[in-house]
T-cell receptor
Framework: GESVGLHLPTLSVQEGDNSIINCAYS??????FIWYKQESGKGPQFIIDIRSNMDKRQGQRVTVLLNKTVKHLSLQIAATQPGDSAVYFC??????????FGKGTRLHILP | NAGVTQTPKFQVLKTGQSMTLQCAQDMNHEYMSWYRQDPGMGLRLIHY???????DQGEVPNGYNVSRSTTEDFPLRLLSAAPSQTSVYFC??????????????FGSGTRLTVV
C-alpha cells in the first residue's frame, strides 16, 4: 500500500542553527498532513499541521512547507535548541479519518 | 483532566494467551486510534474509530480486535498472542482531524512482550 516515508533517518544540527526535516509521501489523495515529535519513552506530541490547499504554515519556531507537485513535506525548526532533540514523524490523512505515520527522523543537536 | 490513559504500562504474555489493553480518554474526543511501534520504526495503525459504535481497520489489524461502546473507552484485544506482537502500543484520541485541531493526543504507551 501507499505509505509516508522520510529521506534521512538521522539529522545532526548545531545548536542555534535551523533544522530542516524532510518527508516524501506517495498518496496523492492525502489532504491533511501533520508533524509529530517523540521524545524517548514518551508518546508522540503534535507540532503543526497543514492542509493540501496550503503551501506553508507557521507556528512558534516551526514552519511546515508542502509541495504537492513533488509530494514533499518539510518541517523547519528555527534556532534549534537541545530540547528539540527527538524523533520527528510526518503523518498523512485522506478524508479526515485515519492518520498514517512515516518511519521517523532522529534529530541530534550538536553543542 | 487526565487526557489519554493506557493500562497496563507493561505486560508480559505467553504465546497463545489473550489480553485486553485498556484506553480511556476524558476529553470527549470522537476520534480514537491504536498504533504499534516497533524498535526504530514508525507507528503503524492497527484500528481506529470515528465515534462510538464505529470502528475500522488500519494498516496492521490481524490478530487484534476493538470495540467502541462508549465515547470514552477504546479497548484493544489480542486474541492469541504471538511473539510478532511484541511492541509498544499507543492509544490516541482527537476531537477532530481538521486544521488547527491539535492532532491526536497520545497516551504514554503499553510495552508488551510476548514470550
Amino acid at each position: 500500500g501507499e505509505s509516508v516515508g522520510l529521506h534521512l533517518p538521522t539529522l545532526s544540527v548545531q545548536e542555534g542553527d535551523n533544522s530542516i526535516i524532510n518527508c516524501a509521501y506517495s498518496n496523492s489523495a492525502s489532504d491533511y498532513f501533520i508533524w509529530y515529535k517523540q521524545e524517548s519513552g514518551k508518546g508522540p506530541q503534535f507540532i503543526i499541521d497543514i492542509r493540501s490547499n496550503m503551501d506553508k504554515r507557521q507556528g512558534q519556531r516551526v514552519t511546515v512547507l508542502l509541495n504537492k507537485t513533488v509530494k514533499h513535506l518539510s518541517l523547519q525548526i528555527a534556532a534549534t535548541q537541545p530540547g528539540d532533540s527527538a524523533v520527528y514523524f510526518c503523518a498523512e490523512s485522506e478524508g479526515d479519518d485515519k492518520i498514517i505515520f512515516g518511519k521517523g527522523t532522529r534529530l541530534h543537536i550538536l553543542p | 483532566n487526565a487526557g489519554v490513559t493506557q493500562t497496563p504500562k507493561f505486560q508480559v504474555l505467553k504465546t497463545g494467551q489473550s489480553m485486553t489493553l485498556q484506553c480511556a480518554q476524558d476529553m470527549n474526543h470522537e476520534y480514537m486510534s491504536w498504533y504499534r511501534q516497533d524498535p526504530g520504526m514508525g507507528l503503524r495503525l492497527i484500528h481506529y474509530s470515528v465515534g462510538a459504535g464505529i470502528t475500522d481497520q488500519g494498516e496492521v489489524p490481524n490478530g487484534y480486535n476493538v470495540s467502541r461502546s462508549t465515547t470514552e473507552d477504546f479497548p484493544l484485544r489480542l486474541l492469541s498472542a504471538a511473539p510478532s506482537q511484541t511492541s509498544v502500543y499507543f492509544c490516541a484520541s482527537s476531537y477532530s482531524t481538521s486544521l488547527g485541531s491539535g492532532g491526536y493526543t497520545f497516551g504514554s504507551g503499553t510495552r508488551l512482550t510476548v514470550v
